[in-house]
């Protein structure tokens, strides 16, 4: 069964499919513009990983004067990895620093996001919760999509937290590619709660390749659960779920 929807008719997830990765990742570019389109100062919450990377690099290869709302965002990093030095090259933190502040020309004073080893990480997570209920709502909520079904490092179990918050890592997290390149292993997660990120105005989830087919299969059903934290997208009047054909289950039909 499609359960794809036209965005106009119910709230939940609207998913697109793409031929290709470079597809879904242009078409993500053209959603983060559109989105970021008469909006004075963006409030853009940004993920890490693989999936975006593209899009990222799209949106600083445009010219200047097409993506300036999008360039004069306010950045807030989604999560972060716990207990590693703010230099290691698997951070959140260098991360952005490669691949959105620099190439987009974001200004220091625009970027907000958790500290990765910082000395009181309950502290460090209450200091961005404050600067959320300040600054927020987020407008555009860019998210990638874990194999276990995790958003942002709110991981399944029997509870979720709905601010920000120190995570324990599952298994399957300590394992994500981005830490193949740690000095050490990270000793828990920082990030966002499931309602500062449903409280986001608009939400762009984007998944890739053919090991996120069992998550999305799985997403594709409006069931939600604390033991696969995406299905709370469907609880969001506008999640706009962009992937490939790679990840795409058989249910969802490429147009
Ligand atoms: C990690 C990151 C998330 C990211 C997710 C998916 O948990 N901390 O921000 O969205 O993994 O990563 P990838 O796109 O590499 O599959």
Redesign the pocket.
């Known amino acids: 069964m499609d359960r794809s929807r036209d965005r106009t008719a119910e709230p939940g997830i609207a998913f697109d499919v793409f031929d290709t990765h470079d597809r879904m990742s242009e078409a993500a570019a053209d959603a983060i513009v559109d989105a970021a389109e008469g909006t004075q100062d963006l409030l853009w919450c940004v993920?890490?990983?693989?999936?975006?990377t593209d899009t990222y690099e799209l949106l600083a290869e445009r010219p200047p004067t097409s993506t300036a709302p999008v360039r004069n965002a306010r950045i807030l990093k989604?999560?972060e990895?716990g207990g590693l030095a703010v230099e290691d090259p698997a951070t959140?933190e260098q991360y952005l620093r490669r691949h959105v502040l620099g190439p987009l020309g974001v200004p220091e004073h625009h970027y907000v996001g958790f500290e990765s080893d910082p000395d009181d990480p309950e502290a460090e997570c209450q200091r961005i919760r404050q600067w959320l209920a300040e600054h927020g709502p987020i407008d555009l909520c860019l998210?990638?999509?874990?194999?276990n079904g995790?958003?942002?490092?709110n991981e399944p179990g029997p509870s979720l937290e709905p601010f920000s918050h120190v995570a324990d890592l599952s298994a399957h997290?300590q394992q994500?590619?981005?830490l193949d390149e740690a000095e050490r292993p990270p000793r828990y997660g920082l990030t966002l709660g499931l309602a500062e990120i449903l409280q986001a105005r608009q939400i762009l989830l984007l998944v890739?390749g053919s090991r996120?087919q069992e998550a999305l299969d799985r997403l594709v059903q409006p069931e939600v659960s604390t033991q696969f934290p995406a299905s709370f997208l469907w609880m969001h009047p506008q999640v706009r779920c962009l992937c490939d054909h790679a990840a795409a289950p058989s249910s969802l039909s490429s147009h």
């Open positions: 993920a890490t990983g693989s999936t975006p989604l999560d990895w959140c998210l990638g999509l874990g194999r995790h958003l942002g490092l997290s994500h590619r981005m890739s996120k």
